[in-house]
């Protein structure tokens, strides 16, 4: 499929007119697929999680965010693909807009697929994806380490699609997940309030 028509939904969604989203124009994809999880002020506060697969961003809306504690299992909930260009956006979507509210980027890096099937072969991460279970290592400077997402409700019965997001393996890292409102863009430093007051709307 054609990066345009994967990303149908994204721009069927948005006015790029009022948002300074990014359209996406085809950013080259880089030897390592990257990562990026923003932090999300929009009516309800949630992490915004993105794994690149091929030339978009697969995405995931995680109401508490990622954590680095194995215990935790963290529902995820599919949202539609985004472009490359969306690993660097931060700002403030307009109110009425989709989306509309602050967005800081708050880890991104790089991971590395580690999907096998039982012979142990590796398998296509786009592939396990749609089967419903991968797993991958984190290369961020805030998130790193094994990760695993696993489809538990399909949304085939008109329900909603839903996913969990769980450290997998190894130690905790970290406590959990820091408060989403004090928490720091990797790539400014700015909390989501700095980063409101900064676009002069708020
Ligand atoms: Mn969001």
Same mark, same amino acid.
């Given at each position: 499929m054609a990066?345009?028509?994967?990303?149908?939904?994204?721009?069927?969604?948005r006015d790029?007119?009022?948002?300074a989203e990014p359209r996406g124009r085809g950013a080259a994809a880089g030897q390592e697929p990257r990562f990026v999880v923003q932090i999300h002020d929009a009516g309800t506060l949630h992490f915004d999680f993105r794994l690149q697969v091929g030339d978009v961003l697969k995405s995931w809306s995680v109401p508490k965010g990622p954590s680095g504690d194995p215990h935790d299992k963290r529902l995820a909930v599919p949202t539609e693909?985004? @472009?490359l260009e969306y690993e660097d956006f931060e700002g403030v979507i307009p109110r009425g807009e989709y989306g509309g509210g602050t967005v800081i980027v708050w880890d991104h890096g790089v991971y590395e697929p580690l999907s096998h099937d039982r012979t142990g072969r590796s398998v296509d991460f786009g592939e396990s994806l749609d089967r419903g279970h991968a797993r991958f290592r984190l290369k961020g400077s805030k998130l790193r380490g094994e990760y695993a997402l696993t489809r538990f409700r399909d949304g085939g019965d008109g329900g909603e699609e839903a996913w969990l997001l769980v450290k997998a393996g190894g130690k905790a890292q970290g406590h959990?997940? @820091?408060? @989403?409102?004090?928490?720091?863009?990797?790539t400014s430093g700015r909390t989501l309030a700095q980063v409101a007051a900064d676009s002069g709307e708020r």
């Open positions: 990066e345009q028509e994967r990303l149908r939904d994204y721009h069927r969604k790029f007119g009022r948002t693909d985004h @472009p959990g997940t @820091p408060d @989403p409102r004090r928490a720091r863009s990797v």
